[in-house]
């Protein structure tokens, strides 16, 4: 296959830094977002427009677009709107968790003429077995 | 006229062949003459259109969300990428579904005019990606060019000569 020079392409997409390469990911990824939860509801853009008490559809079709910077206002609004989740306000990745531990032991009594799959009992005539769990919350 | 479609490696992912146009015996595809002619005086805006269509090959698909459609005439694909409402370049495009675009030419686009009639540029261009899309599409229902099992590439005969015509 032939390739082409293309020189001031490649220089200038050498010049995009992961970082502003992955905040236009985002704008795209939600305006894809945005579109497929309108989809899911059978909302066009009018509707959506109404029911984000916006007056101009021009302003939805740029937030379809991939090119609009959102606010945390407008963002929190959609969510609301079209019952998705746009903004991920999980836990914060290093927060202390509180784990709760019981040790619960548990005894069971049983005589040497019981039969136990892989288990075998001579003396005494009667033993305990202790099953050890301990559970986590 | 003659032409031939090449892919951009650059920009093809997962999600999408991105293709431009080499036309005649030029060396260098549409798309690297929009960043020549328009890196100087719109920096930024080049610069955005082409993490555009980066996202597009790897993250989204070249969904129709993302363009101004019925640029060409009916039926045809021709699109344009939609420019930022501070923004004045215009990208012209055709889109074979989400998986495939061939990305022309273009260039800037006052806001003071509606038409893309009313600015020459722009209608050269114009004209020259709908005569494209023409031509492809002919060699699609000819069933020259064919799209790949997983619809990323085009298959067969990309080299479009005078005589084809």
């Known amino acids: 296959m032939e390739t ?8 200038l997409l050498s010049e995009i830094t992961p970082s502003e390469q992955a905040k236009t990911d985002a704008k795209m990824l939600l305006a894809v977002k945005i579109a497929d939860a309108m989809q899911a509801k059978g909302w066009n853009k009018t509707r ?12 939805i079709t740029r937030w379809l677009s991939g090119t609009q910077n959102f606010t945390v206002e407008t963002l929190v609004d959609l969510e609301r709107v079209l019952e998705i989740k746009l903004l991920d306000l999980g836990e914060p ?39 050890k769990q301990t559970i986590y919350s | 006229m003659k ?35 328009n890196e100087i005086s719109f920096k930024s805006e080049t610069k955005d259109i082409l ?8 993250s989204t698909g070249a969904r129709s969300q993302f363009f101004k459609e ?22 012209y495009c055709v889109c074979y579904g989400t998986q495939l675009i061939i990305v022309g030419s273009g260039g800037y686009k006052p806001k003071t005019i509606r038409a893309l009639q009313e600015d020459a540029k722009l209608t050269e261009e114009n004209t020259l990606i709908k005569e494209i899309s023409q031509q492809i599409t002919q060699r699609i229902k000819d069933k020259d060019i064919r799209f790949s099992n997983d619809y990323l590439d085009f298959t067969g005969d990309l080299s479009f000569n005078d005589e084809d015509l």
């Not at chain 2, 093809?12 to 260098?28: F, I, M, P, R, T």
């Not at chain 2, 993490?51 to 790897?58: A, E, T």
């Open chain 1, 4 to 11: 082409y020079k293309d020189e001031a392409l490649n220089s």
């Open chain 1, 48 to 59: 959506l427009m109404k029911k984000m008490r916006k007056s101009n559809p021009s302003e």
């Open chain 1, 93 to 131: 990745k290093n927060a202390e968790r509180t784990i709760k531990q019981y040790n619960i032991d548990i005894l069971v009594p049983f005589n040497r003429s019981q039969q136990m799959t892989g288990c075998f009992v001579s003396e005494p005539s009667e033993a305990y077995t202790y099953y």
């Open chain 2, 51 to 58: 993490k555009r269509l980066y996202s597009i090959g790897h």
């Open chain 2, 70 to 91: 019925w640029e060409g005439n009916p039926g045809d694909g021709v699109c344009a990428l939609y420019d930022k409402p501070d923004c004045n370049l215009r990208l």
């Open chain 2, 3 to 37: 032409f031939k479609i090449e892919k951009l490696n650059q920009f093809s992912g997962n999600k999408a062949g991105v293709y431009s146009v080499v036309l005649n015996n030029d060396e260098e595809t549409l798309l690297n003459k929009f960043v020549r002619e």
